[in-house]
């Protein structure tokens, strides 16, 4: 074939915040209404001071309707085409399009100033809502839902089987636990096993970071002008707190317990921090002389935590630079998912084609081809035919990477 069949591992989707009301059991739309005005003023202040409100105008000025594609599914599927992408994995959305789920449902899925209740009816809209997407094109849309594992795991099974039924295939979790306990505590075992079983993925994505630490106790209400250097904290570590679950995972022998089990890690600023992490992973595991005196924390696993990261996880190297491509090997190529962050303003949209050919132009093409979509439809288990058929009328000329 002529063109590449790419798939995006890391697109956003969600309604405007009203017309979720349509999705939330009845029973919880008077709390829906009395929130919505909330929700709005919060939004609005979090845009102004984390996304800098002016700079996201300015970027959305023109691209209005294509946005809107957050949501309306006839624009979505011209941005995809358009870009390129046969198929796609979609996240729950947030500030940029101020189209979040209600009660606290989205991307962070804080615990904090929250009514465990009403975060599940907030993440079961969405979750519904997703579910109708998804099933517009099941062969091109991979819909992962929002999950509040931490409050209930009973209530977190039944979501693994409701999704798993529903065309779902993947579930995000929370990377801060709070007050809960970690991702290697065993209470968390029925959550995989039932992942496990069903071939539900289980999925992390950046974003949430400690915000009353970094922007202040009042965010996003604080005033910024107090805490100098805040954003640049906040993306010094942010990835830092991306990966942070998964090494409790990685140590606490869940992967052990559960070998089937799929987890994703995605937009993670890949070539930063994952090569050095392999690196002190394998110190740990392997250079036992270093931490004898530590007793014994290796015995539980049969291989290394890095070993179960190869086995196990993938990486949806979203807003992925030329620099990570030429650091493929030291990441691992098998793993590498490609990314455009749709419909959000750190991504490839609306120069899609022009940063897929600066990352990828001159590599070799089998590589190229895993990277872009090969991978992704190995581990998310795409149907190769039926994407083929997408990329054949709108994927990238092969022609086009060629140095």
């Avoid at 937009?267 to 530590?294: I, N, V």
Wanted: charged share 20%; glycine share 10%.
């Amino acid at each position: 074939m002529e063109r590449f069949t790419v798939i995006s591992s890391d697109c956003h989707a969600g309604l405007p915040a009203a017309d979720y009301r349509d999705y939330v059991d009845g029973k919880f739309r008077d709390a829906f209404d009395m929130a919505l005005p909330i929700q709005k003023q919060m939004t609005d202040k979090a845009e102004q001071t984390f996304l800098i409100k002016e700079i996201n105008d300015q970027w959305r000025a023109g691209n209005e309707d294509r946005l809107s594609g957050a949501w309306d599914y006839e624009q979505r599927l011209r941005v995809l085409n358009g870009d390129g992408i046969a198929g796609e994995i979609i996240f729950v959305d947030g500030i940029t399009e101020q189209n979040a789920p209600p009660f606290g449902a989205g991307l962070s899925l804080p615990t904090k100033n929250i009514m465990p209740e009403l975060q599940w009816a907030g993440a079961r809209a969405h979750n519904r809502w997703l579910s109708e997407l998804c099933a517009r094109n099941p062969a091109r849309h991979f819909g992962v839902g929002v999950c509040p594992l931490l409050w209930d795991i009973d209530e977190a099974v039944r979501e693994v089987r409701w999704a798993a039924e529903n065309g779902v295939g993947g579930l995000l979790i929370p990377l801060f636990t709070g007050e809960f306990p970690s991702y290697h505590h065993k209470r968390y075992d029925p959550f995989w096993q039932a992942c496990e079983d069903t071939g539900t993925i289980v999925c992390l994505h950046s974003g949430a970071g400690p915000m009353e630490q970094i922007f202040g106790e009042d965010f996003p209400m604080s005033d910024l002008s107090e805490y100098p250097g805040a954003m640049g904290i906040y993306v010094s570590e942010v990835f830092f707190w991306t990966y942070r679950p998964l090494i409790f995972m990685l140590w606490g022998g869940v992967f052990e317990r559960f070998p089937r089990l799929k987890c994703s890690i995605t937009e993670t600023g890949q070539g930063w921090l994952l090569p050095p992490m392999f690196r002190m992973l394998d110190h740990h595991y392997y250079d036992t002389q270093f931490s004898a005196k530590l007793g014994d924390y290796r015995s539980h696993l049969s291989m290394s935590p890095v070993e179960y990261f190869r086995r196990n996880c993938a990486i949806g190297a979203s807003c992925m630079p030329r620099s990570d491509a030429e650091m493929r090997d030291q990441i691992g190529i098998e793993q590498m998912m490609w990314g455009s962050d749709y419909p959000h303003p750190e991504g490839s949209w609306p120069f899609t084609a022009d940063q897929m050919i600066s990352t990828f132009k001159g590599l070799p093409e089998d590589e190229i081809a895993a990277m872009l979509g090969g991978n992704a439809i190995e581990f998310y288990g795409f149907d190769q035919g039926a994407l083929d058929t997408v990329a054949a009328e709108v994927g990238p000329l092969r022609s086009d990477f060629v140095a």
